[in-house]
């Protein structure tokens, strides 16, 4: 009797402490599922061009660029950085 107790006891445990494993797993294939492709593809151009934006921050910084070259390339990124935003938001329109 103790050693079915035991057993119960131990699988009741398993499937509690492994909960948040399982619920994870639902999520991430349902986010995955839902997920427009199209925004996903913008989203990392996004972080890309945000990444250039702050690259070429630190280029100016350590004087890898002058004042004029950098503005000249701070302009057209950011520029590039708007039209990726405005893409963004006119997806989630349609799909919000």
Known sequence: MEVVVAVILIAVLA???SAPLRRRADD?????????????????RKEAKYRQIRDAEFDRA?????E?????ADAELRREAIEILKELDRLRGQTG
């Open 15 to 17: 499937w509690f402490v």
């Open 62 to 66: 350590q004087g890898k660029l002058s």
């Open 28 to 44: 991430d294939r349902a986010s995955a599922e839902l997920e427009d492709p199209q925004i996903a593809d913008l989203e990392a």
């Open 68 to 72: 004029e070259d950098w503005r000249r």
